[in-house]
């Protein structure tokens, strides 16, 4: 199994930025794709980003040119910086971890965009 660990969710006014990171407990340059999603109140979990391990990067088109992923494969981190934040941002997010033919979760972390 991999575990997954999200930390950097808090509370931001609109406008606003915050980094989101996640651990991994096994190595993630062998990891098909890292990756985020979020779910807020009333709907279904959707992706955010996502990273391969060969480093291409895909986005929803909500957050296409406000969002980075990023990875620390040394660390075994995977990294979301969000700018430019909206109120609609506010969701849970999930770190996501894709191995093999199984996919992992983190707990979330809470993100809430005030306006």
């Known amino acids: 199994q991999v575990q997954l660990v999200e930390s950097g969710g808090g509370s931001v006014q609109a406008g606003g930025s915050l980094r989101l990171s996640c651990g991994a407990s096994?190595?993630?340059?062998?990891?098909?794709?890292m990756g985020w999603y979020r779910q807020a109140p009333g709907k279904q979990r959707e992706l955010v980003a996502t990273?391969?391990?060969?480093?291409?990067?895909n986005y929803a088109d909500s957050v296409k040119g406000r969002f980075t992923i990023s990875r620390d494969n040394a660390n075994n981190m995977v990294y979301l910086q969000m700018n430019s934040l909206t109120p609609e941002d506010t969701a849970v997010y999930y770190c996501?971890?894709?191995?093999?033919?199984?996919?992992?979760w983190g707990q979330g972390t809470q993100v809430t965009v005030s306006s």
């Open positions: 990273i391969s391990s060969g480093g291409s990067t």
């Open positions: 096994r190595s993630i340059v062998v990891m098909n794709a």
């Open positions: 996501n971890a894709r191995w093999s033919l199984s996919y992992y």
